[in-house]
């Protein structure tokens, strides 16, 4: 399909079957502007099992985003593509924990794959601007669009869209911002469009019901390795690295009279090493691959006071941040430390504004 020239009232709605998502669209379309739905489906092209295990869930999904469009009196397209997602996103997913790390694959999807495709479809069919059913806000401040949390802190989305860059927010409207999960029920009700017992999206949504460790454990070739204390004592074994995440307690097998966690993944000697809660805390941590949203990035050597989460919906914490270049940041954390799992996103805020963030390192701070 050739790019048509895009509309200002044209709007191209990203549709999961789901209450957010069908619920932006109808606020939109109630505004008077002219919605598309689309769906965006990435069947697994692997085994056929896969696509059984994955298939039943996403034909009901489509089914209803599909059922709520012809309610709302839009129209509804679908987005296939398989390999972009799964190269991309799975790929990349099961890479990381091979290498010892714990990514976060929302956040790597939403501007790889999810805006890509979006926006792609979005310039097919001349729709101006795309939208999501994210609880996140948006606002403009000196010519650079920032990102807000969502006025409902306990559905915030905002964590998972720090990657996405001015280009893509520019054309991006977030409907569900300032309400509540609440109010979008009962907007969903009140519009009739029938999804009273849809269920919740599933934040990994690639993974079947088995869990990330069957999936992993199909994909990765692992072995068993020594559980080493800190001091490099054996204490037992493991099942394979990919199977466990730092800060992880539970699942250890390991008969010891204090709790032990995950401190470390050495994925170099196929050693998972264990030791008390107090070493996990790290007060100084490096964070790379850094994307400035809501403002100009620094100059190298400048620092700024920030409420960092440490990963998805963590309690925020205030700490000092050192500029170190374009794309590499150190964070000084309280005195008594956090937890820090690599891999995992660091994303820091100033009040409700996001001003960026970042890929957390396995090495500590402290770099020229």
Partial sequence: MKAQKAAPDRILVAMSGGVDSST???????????????????????????????????????????????????????????????????????????AGRTPNPCVICN???????????????????????????????????????????????????????????????FPLGSLSKREVRRLSAEAGLGLASAPESQDLCFLPKG????????????????????????????????????????GLGIPFGTPLYVVAKDAARNRLVVGPREALCRTLVLVEEVNWVSMEPPSSGASLSADVELRYRARPLQAEILVLDRQRV???????????????????????????????????????
């Fill in 24 to 98: 932006a669209a109808w606020i939109l379309a109630k505004q008077g502007l002219d919605v598309v739905g689309a769906t965006l489906v990435f069947w697994p092209p692997e085994p056929e099992r896969l696509v059984q295990r994955h298939g039943s869930a996403t034909a009901e999904a489509l089914g209803r985003a599909k059922a709520v469009c012809e309610r709302i009196g839009i129209p509804h397209v679908t987005i296939h593509d398989a390999d972009r997602f799964w190269t991309q996103v799975v790929n990349v997913f099961c890479s990381e924990y091979a």
């Fill in 111 to 173: 501007p790889r794959v999810k805006w890509s495709l979006l926006l792609e479809e979005a310039d097919k069919r001349g729709c101006a601007k795309v939208a999501t059913g994210h609880y996140a806000r948006l606002s403009e401040n000196s010519g650079r669009i920032q990102i807000l949390r969502g006025a409902d802190r306990t559905k915030d989305q905002s964590y998972a869209l720090y990657r996405l860059d001015q280009e893509a927010l520019a054309r991006t409207l």
């Fill in 211 to 250: 869990g990330y460790a069957d999936f992993l454990l199909e994909r990765l070739p692992m072995s068993p390795g020594p559980i080493e204390d800190l001091n490099g004592r054996t204490l037992g074994t493991h099942r394979g690295l990919g199977l466990y995440t730092v800060g992880q307690r539970k």
């Fill in 330 to 368: 150190e964070i000084r954390l309280p005195p008594h430390g956090q937890a820090v799992a690599p891999g995992q996103s660091a994303v820091w805020y100033d009040g409700e504004v996001l001003l960026g963030g970042g890929v957390l390192s396995a090495r500590e701070g402290n770099f020229p």
